[in-house]
């Protein structure tokens, strides 16, 4: 009887074993359904876990594509009008320069959301010093401000990467670039956005070469480099938006068209 019953539980103890096995078998040749699996236990084996999504981003890139050149006598600033959400084009026809002040001008691209807030931020800080010191604010101090302001909100940034454009108060023409923390740097010309990589190599490239550039000579530059962008970049296109900021304080505003698919 006890030769029969030790028999019996060996059989058990094999069977047991042959189902664990088969069930692992079973698990691990369907690894294409996406699924998790939690720890196993050669008694019982867990369900299967759905695979968890990614966690929540507040943020969402809108990309596109800005740039600036400065010279003696203007300042120019271009940016495509397109807002994109991943590869779905959200808009077709969305401005992303703000004039600040007279002879100031801001430009951004990433989360237009936030570039709404911060535009508007700025704004109202200009509108009190104005109120204080019956002038408007120079260059250099609304430089400092947008700096400030991006870096005081670094643990939840503005997700927009800016360029401010104007005259400064030595009457020269210049353009800052910041990240989005608010680290800075004054340059005659650059670009931000999805398109920053092809741009900045041609703008060093020509102006290196050429030196100075008539305005005329600028605006073909920007035109020329835009449109190879939003051929490389399928986050740029639709249309392209120029405002030039001259000596005499004429704002001129100006629209082309770029690849559209």
Avoid: W
């Avoid at 397109?82 to 779905?88: A, E, F, P, T």
Wanted: with cysteine.
């Amino acid at each position: 009887l006890l030769k029969r019953a030790k028999k019996m539980l060996d059989n058990c103890e094999y069977y047991n074993q042959n189902l664990f096995e088969q069930k692992m078998f079973n698990i691990y040749s369907n690894r294409a359904k996406h699924y998790t699996y939690d720890y196993y236990h050669p008694d019982e084996v867990s369900a299967p876990i759905q695979q968890k999504s990614s966690e929540f981003s507040p943020y969402i890139n809108n990309e596109g594509t800005t740039m600036a050149i400065a010279g003696e006598d203007y300042v120019i600033v271009a940016a495509d009008k397109r807002l994109s959400n991943s590869y779905s084009i959200v808009s077709r026809d969305t401005s992303k320069i703000c004039k600040l002040t007279d002879n100031i001008i801001l430009s951004s691209s990433g989360m237009y959301a936030d570039f709404i807030a911060l535009q508007r931020y700025l704004k109202a800080r200009i509108e009190i010093y104005r109120s204080n010191n019956k002038k408007d604010p120079t260059l250099d101090n609304i430089a400092q401000l947008l700096s400030n302001t991006l870096y005081q909100k670094r643990f939840f940034p503005y997700y927009c990467f800016t360029t401010l454009c104007g005259k400064n108060k030595d009457d020269k023409f210049v353009c800052f670039g910041y990240d989005a923390i608010g680290s800075y740097e004054a340059l005659p010309n650059g670009a931000q956005g999805s398109g920053n990589k092809l741009i900045v190599p041609v703008l060093d490239n020509v102006i290196e070469r050429k030196g100075k550039l008539t305005e005329e000579e600028a605006k073909q530059l920007v035109l020329e480099t835009m449109n190879g962008t939003a051929n490389r970049d399928i986050h740029t296109g639709d249309k392209v938006e120029i405002v030039t900021l001259r000596r005499d304080g004429r704002i001129i505003e100006e629209e082309f068209p770029l690849r559209e698919d």
